[in-house]
């Protein structure tokens, strides 16, 4: 598991692979390294910010109600 602020060499490589999939869609890049996380471990984001979320593929998001 990665620590806050430090991002391995599997996380780097998502974030590779994702980045280009959201061109013309501006995303933080805080919220661009929680979804690789959650991408590249099999988790769902839960968030109260779908906008946010909901534009990066293969990303299961839930909303927070």
Do not use: C, W
Request: net charge neutral; hydrophobic share 45%; charged share 20%.
């Amino acid at each position: 598991m990665v620590e806050p602020g430090e991002m391995g060499d599997k996380e780097f490589q998502s974030s590779r692979r994702v980045a280009p999939r959201l061109s013309g869609n501006a995303l933080p890049f805080n919220d661009l390294m929680i979804a690789v996380a959650a991408i590249e471990q099999g988790y769902a984001v839960l968030t109260g910010n779908l906008r946010h979320f909901q534009k990066v593929p293969g990303l299961t998001v839930l909303p927070l109600l």
